[in-house]
């Protein structure tokens, strides 16, 4: 086997290595998972910092993947084009549900609203398009958060408490990213705001990146049952319409 080939193997293991941590990694502890020479691993992975595939911390001279990668093959939509797209879907949503939908995407560390629409009861409403909501308390940011691990990494050990339910450990929040994942679905049940829950699921390009959430916002009642979990029928018109806005973005078709 060439040397050029073994470095892009060796490059490869790198990035499984980092993707797997729950932590950035220090180079010392790189070269001994992959048996490698700490010279050999340390000129592999500053290529890889050069090329945007892994981070270096400028502080703990940690490492960890790379923004670069996480949106390598992501389709560039901005708000305007993902809210046309995903316009008849979270129409359809709001009316089977009874709740208003939000459409979010990840932007500087926050869930910012691209798509609003109000809850089809006629009742006054404030229109929440480019509000930001913070990751840890809400199901859109949960979404966002389980599938973008260099985020979910960054979290602080605790977390601003919005509401008695709000998860605040970082350990407990990223047991419950895992579950999110598992399970296709996020729901926050009045960890925001009292009497207030939600249930969102992804939404994916072509490739199967997760590019934004779709999700309902509404009374706890009308989106939990008794126990305060959240409703089965609620939870499946949700997921199929992240997996119908997805469907209209190429995922899940034969282009």
């Not at 993947?65 to 129409?91: F, H, I, K, M």
Request: net charge negative; charged share 25%.
């Amino acid at each position: 086997m060439s040397g050029g080939i073994q470095s892009v193997e060796r490059a490869a293991a790198i990035v499984r290595v980092l993707a797997s941590q729950n932590e950035p990694m220090a180079l010392t502890q790189l070269a001994t998972s992959l048996d490698l020479a700490k010279g050999t691993a340390h000129g592999i992975i500053r290529t890889l910092v050069d090329v945007g595939f892994v981070d270096q911390d400028a502080e703990t001279s940690l490492y960890e993947v790379g923004r670069g990668l996480l949106e390598l093959g992501l389709d560039r939509l901005d708000r305007n084009e993902l809210r046309s797209r995903a316009l008849n879907w979270s129409d359809a949503l709001a009316a089977h549900t009874g709740e208003s939908v939000l459409v979010a995407v990840f932007e500087g560390g926050e869930a910012v609203i691209a798509h609003h629409v109000f809850r089809p009861d006629r009742s006054v409403q404030d229109l929440l398009t480019g509000s930001r909501l913070a990751l840890h308390a809400n199901a859109l940011g949960k979404i966002l958060l389980a599938y973008d691990p260099r985020s979910a990494r960054r979290l602080p050990e605790v977390m601003e408490s919005l509401t008695y339910r709000t998860i605040t450990d970082r350990s407990r929040l990223l047991r419950d990213l895992a579950d999110v994942r598992d399970q296709g679905y996020a729901a926050a049940v009045e960890e925001a705001e009292p009497g207030i829950a939600g249930i969102a699921a992804p939404i994916r390009d072509k490739d199967g990146f997760v590019i934004a959430a779709v999700g309902i916002h509404g009374r706890l009642d009308a989106v939990c049952d008794a126990r305060s979990r959240p409703r089965a029928t609620q939870t499946k018109h949700v997921m199929d319409a992240g997996r119908a806005i997805s469907r209209e973005l190429g995922h899940g078709r034969d282009l």
